[in-house]
Every structure is written in C-alpha cells, then in structure tokens.
C-alpha cells in the first residue's frame, strides 16, 4: 500500500502553515496494533476530528475485533479538521489511514460509524477526500466497499444511496462475519453486485441499492417505504445483537493518544442496554437487553486497564452505570484497590433514584467536580408522560447526598418540547431548579454556601426512530425560543444559569432522524454548497440547509414538525430494532395517558419484542430472564 507520510510530513512542516494540533496525524500511539502482512485490509473510521472519534468506543472495539481474525488488519481513519482538509485538497493528497498513513482507497473496505445525524456531510467530505465515489451506484469494481452502523443506522434512508451496506446492531460478531464474506468473494473474482447480493442474506445487513423505494400513498398502502427486487433479500432488516457480551472480558484493550481527546480516560463498558423506558430515548430503545458483567470481571479490567495504560482516571461506562446490580461491591473494591493511587473513579451516568448517601461517597475519590442530573422534564405529569421513572424527592435526596459529599457544583438537564408539554411545564423547570439550589445550600456548611451553583441545560427534543415518540412532531424554533424565553424569565436565582442548545440545529437533526431517502439529495446539495462539521457551532449553518432543501424539493419543517398518528408507516418501518410496533404504539397511549410502564430488567415484562423476537433474555448478576 501507498505510504502517504512523506507527504502528510511535508503539509505539517511548510513554512508558515498554521495547520491546529498535528499529532491528530500521527501514529504509532502507544499500544495501537499494525499488521503489514496482512492480506485483507480494513479501514475503520469516525466522521469527525481525531480528538472526538479517538474517544469513541465503536471504533475501538471494532478494530479489536477485526484485527483479531488472521489475515485481516484493521487501521483508524479520522476526518482532518477544516484547516487540514483544505490543505489536502489543495496539495491533491487523498484522505489516509493513521497507522500506515495508507490512501484510504486502497483498503478493500471501510467502515464509518454514524454517531449522530450532524455528521451526514461528514461521511461525504471523508468519501471525497478518500477519492471514493460519494454513491454506491457510481463506485467501481475496485474500489472499496463502504459499510456503515452506529445509532444512526436505525433510520438509515437519509444515508442509504451512500453506503454499500449498512448494519444494524452490536458488530462485534457481524462486522467480521461480513468481511470474512468480503474477502472470500473478492478473492474468487466476484463481481461487486454479487457480493453485495449475499451480503444482503447476512443477519442484520441492510444492502439500500436492492431495494426499490415507494411514493407515500403506496408506502402506506403496503406497510412499508421500500421492497426488495430480489424474492431471497430481507424485506425486514433486524439487528444484530451480541449475545457474548455478559460473559466477555470487559477489558478491552485501548490506545494512548499524543494529544489530549475528549474523555481522555480508561473506559470500561460494565453493561449494555436499558430498560427503564424513557419514551424519548432511542438508545434505550436499541440497546435492549440488559446485559450485566460481573464485578470480578470489571475490577479485573479496571486493574488491568489502568496498569497498560498509565491513565489517572477511570470511567464505568455504559447508559446507566448506576443501575448496576454489582455497582456498590463494584465502587467498593475499586475504591480498596486504588486508595492512595491518585486514581478517580467516574460514572458518566447518573441515576436519580439510585444516587443515595453511600453512593455519592462511593463515586467521590478525590475529586468533587460538576454532577450532572437528568430529571428531563419539571413536572411530575409531563415525568410520566416520557415514563422518566423519577420524583421531585429523588432529585432532592440525590442533591442532599453530593453536596453533603462534599460537591458544591450540579447541572441539571432537561429537554424542551416534549409532547404535551405546557408552559406550565416550563415554570417548573425553573421552579425545581430553585428548589434543588435551595437543598444544596442547606446540605453543605453556612461558610461554603456561597459556592454552590446549580445550572439549567436544556436540548430541545428530537424526536428519533424506534421509539414512541416517532410519531410526534418537534416544536418550531420560533416556539422553542418562546418557551426558553419563559424560562429564564422564570428563574428568579442568579445563582441557577440556564444554558441551552440551538434550536436551528435541532430542526437539522430531526429532519435526518425521521426523514426519507429524499433527504440524502439535501445532504448531497448541502455539502456541495459547502456544509461540513455541522455539529460545531461556529460551522452550522441553517440557511445552507434551507437552501438544499428548496433546491431538492424537500419541507424540512414538513419532516421534522409533522404529527402522526400510530398507524401511520414511517420511512425506517423495514428496519427493526427488534421491538413490536404495538409496544411503541403501546407507549405513546400510555404517554397520552400519562400512564407510566415499570422497568422490566426488574418487574414484570413489559412485552416489547426483544427478547421473544431476538431469542434472547436479560442478563444482570442478580436475575437473567427473558
């Protein structure tokens, strides 16, 4: 393969080039893995800077599995910032991978995870700077296949014309079942549409290109937007799941970056799934089951993890750490096993409801920065209504025990325009928020009071595929700015700061969660007028989307603003999360209702599919049922 770093070296050494952070181009970090004599080789990438993807732990856990089949070898791939990749452009050097700092269009496949919908430009400024045909009809028989995943995955229509295949699911096991399939067909000549044909055969594989794709009227009429042109391809895609995961080493080995990167810690993944509920929450959805590691096996990595790596800090990963059946014992050992180290201890994920007295002295160490709570909505009704599963009592007892512990800083998040959400719902964010100042002054000594602070984060909601509120529409920009406006009018305390995201981006990112296939035309015409990086602020921009919008013939408020009722058939319907379409319609009654559903990890079954579709149970060291 084409050895780029005599070029990439150059570009970092010109005179008077002002090129940001140029370790995020270097390799050979400290225990990165590179087989050159491997015959197949993949290309793993995040579609966005070295600092954010490093951090990412698909990309990681990926490229460990691959690179653990003989004869193929995984390299990493990141999109160069802004600076860099003009810079290529104008030096006509193509995108390469970071451990051979090979083109990436010499690799026989590459992988791009999509971890949010901001980065659909991304995946195009990746493919063009690699040289490889934006369009999986325009690729030749040589190039690379393009295979996508990740969350986005789950509404895959925006991004299907772009990838070859996409997979749903957890890829520990699929991804290298698709490209053992890969390299056997290429190396029996294959041609590339009948490779794609089998892959489409493979379990949680959605081949876009052999499906014919429906007008609304007709889509509604069959029960589905797309059908397949062959009688032996899926019409219904299910996704992979990882039925190893429980019982897997929950170390899994991790690479020391030059620079600093986002999260730059030991993770350690100590469960997968959830299942409280929360209507809005697509991970919560997707990542069903629960599946627990054991406490030996966590603390085990942990030891291990820390000692490979040299890092201070430790972070016990997954969508809810503390809901961990083992997670006291878990802290506990930890803690014995670290104390006078200088090693803090962190757990991403707080859980009202399970952040007591112990608890917060459990996750202390020493080191007492910002918490982060989520009670999501300020009323209890509108709590109900996303089945949150919390009081104002827990969020005051979860208050009491950390400043207790000794924090003196919270941050409080909420989302703005939930279905059915009022303005006095509004209020009493502010309201709650006061409350919550009020406990944490009083928990902590008369002398120190005068450091507490408490802050307001509020995202607006974006409603996603596969869950019960995909049928509901997201508030206008023009009303989320009104019910921010209320907000800080609402809040009394100088002390409490409110803080909130964009909603000119939300409107992006709803358009890409529940649009159709018509919208990868507005991601194409949008990067070609210029859109990349959208999820950095400085970058976004709203009237370049608008543009590509009227210039494709494509409503973005019609798309991400429209309100369905429950029959209706959404463009992702083909793709399953392995959930029955009856429990999510199920849930957004009982939401209507203001009726909540227990969490079934540890009451009684709340029938959504997963475990009776997937054949597949529950997985905690305290109960394992399907």
Not at 323 to 329: A, G, R
Not at 540 to 554: H, I, R, T
Request: negative net charge; contains cysteine.
């Amino acid at each position: 393969m084409t050895d780029l770093w005599p070029r990439i070296e150059g570009l970092l050494r010109q005179a008077g080039r002002s090129i940001e952070r140029p370790a995020r181009y270097l390799n050979h970090e400290w225990g990165c893995t590179y087989k050159p004599e491997a015959s197949y080789r993949f290309c793993m990438t995040y579609p966005d800077t070295y600092e954010l993807g490093q951090a990412n732990q698909a990309v990681r856990i990926l490229c460990n599995c691959v690179n653990a089949v003989e004869g193929m070898a995984a390299e990493r791939a990141f999109l160069p910032a802004a600076d860099m990749c003009d810079l290529m452009r104008a030096e006509g050097v193509p995108a390469f991978s970071l451990e051979s700092c090979a083109p990436v269009a010499e690799f026989d496949a590459v992988g791009i995870t999509l971890p949010h919908e901001l980065a659909a430009t991304n995946v195009l400024e990746f493919l063009d700077l690699s040289g490889v045909a934006l369009r999986s009809v325009d690729r030749k028989e040589s190039d690379p296949m393009v295979f996508g995943g990740g969350p986005c995955a789950f509404n895959a229509e925006p991004y299907a014309p772009f990838f070859d295949a996409i997979m749903l699911g957890e890829g520990e096991e699929s991804l290298p079942e698709l490209l053992e399939l890969h390299r056997r067909m290429k190396n029996e000549g294959a041609a590339r549409a009948e490779m794609l044909h089998a892959m489409a055969k493979l379990p949680g594989v959605y081949v876009p290109s052999l499906y014919d794709v429906l007008e609304e009227n007709e889509a509604q009429r069959r029960g589905s937007w797309v059908v397949p042109r062959f009688d032996d391809v899926p019409s219904v895609i299910e996704k992979r799941l990882w039925e190893g995961f429980a019982d897997s080493d929950a170390y899994e080995p991790m690479i020391v970056p030059f620079t600093e990167v986002v999260h730059d810690r030991l993770n350690v993944e100590i469960l997968r799934g959830c299942t409280r509920g929360c209507r809005f929450c697509q991970a919560g959805m997707m990542y069903r089951p629960v599946r627990e590691r054991s406490a030996d096996n966590i603390v085990s990595a942990v030891c291990r993890g820390l000692a490979d790596t040299g890092y201070d800090e430790v972070s016990l990963t997954s969508l809810s750490s503390t809901d961990h059946s083992q997670i006291e014992q878990i802290l506990r050992r930890l803690n014995r096993a670290l104390e006078g180290k200088g090693i803090s201890i962190s757990i991403p994920s707080q859980r009202l409801d399970s952040f007591g007295v112990d608890m917060a002295e459990l996750v202390a160490g020493g080191k007492r920065g910002g918490l982060t709570f989520a009670p999501e909505a300020g009323t209890q009704r509108l709590r109900d209504v996303i089945n949150k599963g919390v009081t104002e009592d827990d969020l005051f007892g979860a208050i009491d025990a950390a400043f207790a512990a000794g924090w003196r800083r919270c941050k409080l998040y909420f989302m703005i325009g939930l279905p059915t959400e009022t303005d006095d719902d509004i209020k009493g964010i502010a309201s709650l928020a006061q409350r919550a100042y009020d406990r944490a002054k009083k928990a902590v000594p008369e002398n120190q009071r005068g450091n507490v602070r408490v802050s307001i984060s509020c995202a607006l909601f974006v409603p996603k595929a596969q869950t019960p509120f995909q049928w509901d529409g997201q508030i206008s920009p023009e009303e989320a700015k009104r019910r921010i406006d209320l907000l800080r009018r609402s809040v009394k305390y100088r002390a409490v700061d409110v803080h909130w995201h964009e909603p000119d981006v939300s409107l992006v990112e709803a358009m890409m969660s529940r649009g159709g296939r018509e919208v990868a035309d507005v991601v194409e015409t949008a990067w070609r007028a210029g859109a990349r990086f959208d999820a950095w602020t400085e970058l976004f921009s709203l009237d370049g989307w608008k543009a590509a919008c009227e210039a494709c013939g494509v409503s973005m408020e019609g798309i991400a603003q429209a309100t369905y009722d429950t029959d209706y058939i959404p463009p992702w319907s083909h793709l399953s999360a392995g959930l029955f379409v009856k429990f999510l319609q199920r849930e957004r009654r009982f939401a209507q209702q203001e009726k909540t559903t227990p969490d079934c990890t540890y009451d009684t079954c709340s029938a959504c599919g997963v475990c009776m579709g997937l054949n597949t149970a529950i997985q905690t060291q305290e109960v394992r049922h399907g």
